[in-house]
């Protein structure tokens, strides 16, 4: 299966700590998205590439958060500090940027910050 | 921000029978994009509806869309209990933001 993964599947972490996530999409899609998702809630724009241009990022997303997408390829989500407000899961999509493309997502990671 | 809003919040209903939600958007679109997710699971790509076409099928699956009102509704027919998840609406021309969804609960 080619889709959108993404590691870890869980992470775990303190308080304080620093925690990097993956995300790999579909080889040929030129568009990335992350989004941070609460239970019950909607998925919560944070931030989307163009290739390895980041276009927009979400005023929400604090200076704690960053991503990449080094060489346009896979993409990192780095969160320094982590609260526990940022316990969620975070979920990445590609597309081909197309404005008729669909996104296709990957399962996420589950972030607990204890 | 501008976003899909879909509503109702939450829908439950016994299967067999045909779940209807809500969309509303502000901006004007190119399209409008309907997913859907499972729990714990990534959002999956059900349908897309075109700013020029009133009504598409897929399936069990429903949508119209109605650019005056900028509004679009999600038909399932005769549903299942596969069908329980939460549904969303989305659109490129707002970066893809999503609301909080619909969450459709189908009991046997």
């Known amino acids: 299966d080619t889709g959108v993964s993404q590691d870890p599947r869980h992470k775990i972490t303190k308080r304080g700590q620093n925690v990097t996530f993956r995300c790999d999409p579909i080889?040929?899609?030129?568009?990335l998205y992350w989004y941070r998702q609460t239970l019950g809630q909607g998925p919560e724009f944070l931030t989307y590439?163009?290739?390895?241009?980041?276009?927009?990022k979400s005023r929400l997303l604090s200076d704690r958060f960053s991503a990449e997408r080094p060489k346009g390829s896979f993409s990192t989500l780095e969160i320094q500090r982590t609260e526990q407000g940022d316990s969620a899961m975070y979920l990445c999509?590609?597309?081909?940027?197309?404005?008729?493309?669909?996104?296709?997502f990957g399962n996420g990671t589950r972030l607990t910050v204890t | 921000s501008q976003q899909g809003e879909e509503d109702p919040q939450a829908l439950s209903i016994q299967e067999g029978e045909n779940a209807t939600m809500n969309c509303s958007y502000k901006?004007?679109?190119?399209?409008l994009q309907w997913y859907r997710q499972n729990s714990g699971r990534g959002l999956v790509h059900l349908i897309l509806?075109?700013?020029?076409?009133r009504e598409k099928h897929s399936g069990r699956l429903r949508v119209t869309l109605d650019t005056s009102k900028k509004s679009s509704s999600l038909l399932i027919t005769a549903s299942r209990a596969a069908d329980t998840a939460s549904y969303f609406c989305?659109?490129?021309?707002?970066?893809?933001?999503f609301g909080a969804g619909t969450r459709l609960t189908v009991k046997p």
């Open positions: 989305a659109t490129p021309d707002d970066d893809m933001r």
């Open positions: 999509a590609s597309s081909l940027g197309q404005p008729n493309s669909p996104l296709h």
């Open positions: 509806i075109r700013s020029n076409e």
């Open positions: 080889s040929e899609h030129n568009r």
């Open positions: 901006t004007s679109i190119n399209n």
């Open positions: 590439f163009q290739n390895e241009a980041q276009l927009e």
